[in-house]
């Protein structure tokens, strides 16, 4: 069975900082590896998702992920963290055909 | 083109109620999924139906049972609800496979056991 560990309920990071927030995946078989973010009193948006190809991923709003295979790792990055990037983030993993397991999130807080 | 609707977006029920939730998933999504998320245990998988026909489930008792229509639309219902059920429930749908296309959210239902 997979299963998604996000290292970090909260972290904090300045404005204009680098913000970088841990998944580390357990699978069998070749992963799919999603990031979502949620805003309050909200759903989940879907911000990149790995599949097969190219192990750097590009998402929404200047965020990427990397899928390093040998360290079962997809963490997220940004160059430079703006205070709308104050919210929720969920690493999701999941196999071909099957459902997606979701990580318990990390809180990610932007100081002035 | 319309997102995932979830209504109602609040709701406040009685210990011992039952409860039903509604679904609308994108137009040509044919599979939606039902998520509980709560602070402790985050989200959790409840199921997923495609088709009409339930494809996975997960670890929730018999009280949680749901159902998907002929336009896809799905309805999650809760019987004998307890304190523990308060919870936001979130809808999401995929074009197919959830694991192969990821899914689009609804805001969720907000529900509080009283």
């Known amino acids: 069975a997979q299963s998604v560990t996000q290292l970090g309920s909260h972290v904090s990071v300045s404005e204009g900082a680098l913000v970088l927030l841990r998944c580390n995946y357990s699978?069998?078989?070749?992963?799919?590896l999603f990031w979502y973010v949620q805003y309050p009193n909200q759903g989940l948006q879907l911000l990149l998702k790995?599949?097969?190809?190219?192990?750097l991923v590009k998402g929404i709003n200047g965020f990427e992920a990397e899928f390093k295979k040998s360290e079962t790792s997809f963490h997220l990055t940004k160059p430079s963290a703006h205070m709308s990037d104050a919210a929720e983030y969920f690493c999701a993993v999941s196999v071909r055909d099957d459902k997606i397991i979701f990580g318990k999130g990390t809180r990610l807080h932007i100081l002035p | 083109k319309a997102g995932v609707t979830q209504t109602p977006r609040y709701l406040i029920k009685t210990r011992g109620q039952q409860v039903t939730l509604s679904c609308s998933p994108i137009s040509g999504h044919r599979s939606v999924s039902w998520y509980q998320q709560t602070p402790g245990q985050g989200l959790q998988f409840l199921f997923e139906?495609?088709?009409?026909?339930?494809?996975n489930k997960g670890n929730f008792p018999g009280r949680f049972s749901g159902r998907q229509f002929s336009n896809s639309r799905s309805e999650m219902n809760v019987s004998t609800l307890e304190l523990g059920d308060s919870a936001l429930y979130l809808c999401?749908?995929?074009?197919?496979?959830?694991?192969?296309?990821?899914?689009?959210f609804g805001s969720g239902t907000r529900l509080t056991v009283v």
């Open positions: 699978s069998s078989v070749p992963p799919y």
């Open positions: 999401a749908s995929s074009l197919s496979v959830p694991g192969n296309y990821g899914y689009t």
């Open positions: 139906y495609f088709s009409e026909t339930q494809r």
């Open positions: 790995y599949t097969t190809g190219a192990t």
